[in-house]
């Protein structure tokens, strides 16, 4: 009975163990670039992270969001779709300008990274 409390206790603090990052932030992940049902573009990441408002950031739109496994990839330039391209299917990393909260229908995740680069998984 202790055991199975045990693992519960550690199932259940799993999100927390997940790195955290702010909305608005410049930052980095690896994953495995895929297009999704709909043709949406997204990266699954290696591990899943916390992302949390800034500090005095209170407007609501930026809600604490854990456990984040997939997140859609918001591209404007087309040497950004160039570059998904090379890398669709396979491990990548992709620079984000700025994480940011669903806030339309559009938006296919919780978390959405505007990209500024995608590059291979070892390339900074």
């Known amino acids: 009975m202790k ?16 790195y955290e990052y702010k909305y ?5 992940f690896t ?6 049902r709909g043709g949406w573009m997204a990266i699954v990441l290696d591990k899943p992270i916390t992302v949390v408002p800034k500090p005095g950031d209170d407007d609501g739109i930026d809600t ?12 404007s330039s087309p040497e950004n779709f160039r570059q998904y ?7 990548a990393r992709v620079q984000c300008e700025t994480l940011f ?5 559009h938006h296919q995740t919780p978390v959405l990274c505007s990209v500024a680069r995608i590059s291979a998984p070892d390339r900074p």
């Open 31 to 36: 994953g495995r670039l895929q297009t999704m």
């Open 64 to 75: 604490p969001e854990t456990g984040v496994r997939m997140m859609q990839l918001a591209m």
């Open 85 to 91: 391209r090379q890398f669709k299917g396979r491990m």
């Open 101 to 105: 909260h669903s806030i339309t229908a």
């Open 24 to 28: 608005g932030e410049w930052v980095a």
């Open 3 to 18: 055991r199975l409390f045990a693992l519960l206790l550690l199932c259940a603090s799993l999100p927390a163990l997940a």
